[in-house]
């Protein structure tokens, strides 16, 4: 075993060893790397006392007190950023580049809550002669953060800075496939100065997570990951009068204009589709190809070739996924679609135990194909073909998730329409993963997200506080 065998990471040290645990490998090469210990309620249960016993200390702290440990904390990722990116790249399976684009992103994350003291500056008003209102952000208690596999780092630092640096303290509760990033997140935390208990880690599972939705002590969660267990996450979390906000699976839609730029368009559908072996929520799943676009699909095809498996294509997270992604190809072959390109039975030279689909193009795909509307997760592109931007646009809207839209035209017209009317959260000009930087949040519609606003940028000062509103008098 690679690293020694994880534990719950809690009032600032290491918890004794869970009943339940489980194995974790890599999908690079099938190394065994680490255990990860599976909670149960009474481990949560330390985890949600450590944070609720600090709560009061912590939140009594200026907000500029907080963003202290923060400026700390951006300092450590960019001084790990080697090892997070390892770490990264081995338990996940995305490149190393990639890796490190996601330590990148955990710092402009960060950043963001660094600015927090500009950022939520009260506002105060003379209402009446000699009556003031002032309005506060007062931060809400113990909250909890539970992520997907597809993003260890990025993805916890949508939650993570902004939640505790507003004034929370956290149960933290990452994927059970990529934990050991969650653990360094931990480690680094408390390197910067976080009072012990203020963030706290419980490793898990569905049970887990189901015991964070009932825990009464908790007053809000965010979730990360597919849309049927964002789904069962939020209609369980509120049920106990908890915020929430789930984000789920996506489906997102490419279209591409005839008079679309050729290398542009073609590089940045390939790489949209594939970049981390397209197990991004903002992913290109499909290409809909409006009237003569085959010089475009051409060479989407030509530079999809160019990504190699093990190279600078990464793994999918598991064999279970492999199986899973090679079996949507196989079925939509079987229903008609033109396999222009096959990953299927990918193996790489040196690390013949991962688990790597190559990149994968399918042509003449139609909306009652099941991989028109399934969420494959994988470095798959499929093309529906279409007659024009009305025809797109309603393919578009059919989708029932949300995430992301992109459209590719050189035609200011024809971009405003297509924003105006796709039914998506984030969409993208000639941009293939349209995830915008901070401070605009991130955040899809539909199937895509339950719950109200962003997870991250300016809504998240929003959905991690409630505002007092204090209206004095002073007698003369
Ligand atoms: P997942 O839904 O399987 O798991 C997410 C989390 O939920 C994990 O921590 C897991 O332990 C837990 N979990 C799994 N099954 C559960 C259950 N039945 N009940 C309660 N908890 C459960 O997702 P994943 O496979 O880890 O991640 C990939 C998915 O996440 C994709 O659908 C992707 O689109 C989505 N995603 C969405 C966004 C977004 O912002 N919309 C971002 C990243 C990933």
Same mark, same amino acid.
């Not at 976080?194 to 203020?198: Q, T």
């Not at 795909?365 to 194909?369: F, K, N, Q, Y």
């Not at 293939?432 to 401070?439: H, I, L, M, Y």
């Given at each position: 075993m690679k690293y020694t065998a994880l534990a719950n990471y809690i009032q600032g040290t290491y918890a004794p060893v869970s009943p339940r645990s489980k194995d974790v490998t890599s999908p690079v090469n099938g190394e065994l790397l680490t255990t990860v210990p599976l909670a149960d309620e009474s481990e949560l249960q330390t985890a949600v006392e450590s944070a609720k016993q600090v709560f009061p200390g912590w939140s009594d702290l200026t907000l500029r007190q907080r963003c202290d440990v923060f400026y700390r904390y951006r300092n450590l990722l960019q001084d790990n950023l080697e090892e997070l990116s390892r770490v990264c790249h081995e338990e996940n399976g995305k490149t190393i580049a990639e890796s490190e684009a996601e330590v990148l992103k955990a710092i402009e994350l960060t950043e963001l809550a660094c600015s927090l003291p500009n950022l939520v500056a009260g506002e105060s008003l003379?209402?009446?002669?000699?009556f003031d209102c002032s309005i506060q952000q007062a931060p809400l208690g113990v909250v909890a953060c539970i992520t997907p596999f597809n993003f260890p780092i990025m993805v916890p630092h949508w939650t993570i800075p902004m939640a505790l640096a507003l004034g929370n303290t956290m149960v933290f509760k990452p994927s059970e496939q990529v934990p050991i990033s969650g653990t360094r997140i931990a480690e680094l935390l408390t390197e910067a100065g976080? &009072? !012990?208990?203020?963030f706290n880690v419980v490793h898990g599972d569905k049970h887990t997570v189901e015991a964070i939705c009932d825990? &009464? !002590?908790?007053e809000a969660l965010t979730f990360v990951g597919s849309t049927p267990v964002a789904k069962s996450v939020y209609a369980r979390a509120t049920s106990t009068y908890k915020r929430a906000l789930a984000m789920g699976g996506a489906k997102n839609h490419l279209i591409v204009m005839p008079d679309a730029d050729v290398e542009h368009t073609a590089a940045n559908v390939a790489a949209s589709a594939c970049g981390c072996a397209g197990q991004r929520?903002?992913?290109?799943?499909?290409m809909v190809a409006v009237g003569d676009v085959n010089h475009v699909v051409d060479k989407v095809v030509e530079q999809s070739k160019a990504l190699v498996p093990g190279q600078n294509l990464g793994a999918v997270i598991s064999e279970e996924a492999k199986t899973r992604i090679e079996g949507y190809i196989t079925e939509a072959v079987e229903q008609g679609a033109t396999l222009l390109l096959d990953g299927r039975d990918t193996t790489v030279e040196g690390c013949e135990n991962g688990s790597y689909v190559g990149p994968t193009v399918l042509d003449n795909?139609?909306?009652?194909?099941n991989i028109a509307s399934a969420e494959v997760f994988g470095p798959v592109l499929s093309i529906i073909r279409t007659d024009n931007l009305n025809g797109a646009v309603q393919l578009e809207n059919a989708s029932p998730y949300g995430n992301a839209a992109v459209v590719y035209t050189q035609d200011g017209q024809v971009a405003r329409e297509f924003a105006d009317r796709a039914s998506a959260g984030m969409i993208g000009v000639n941009v293939?993963?349209?995830?915008?930087?901070?401070?605009f949040g991130f955040g899809g519609w539909n199937e895509s997200r339950f719950g109200v606003g962003d997870i991250t940028g300016r809504g998240s000062i929003q959905f991690w506080t409630q505002s007092k509103k204090i209206t004095s008098h002073w007698i003369e």
């Open positions: 003379e209402v009446s002669p000699g976080l &009072p !012990d208990g203020v825990h &009464p !002590d908790i929520c903002m992913a290109a799943a499909t795909v139609t909306p009652d194909m293939g993963v349209p995830v915008p930087r901070e401070p």
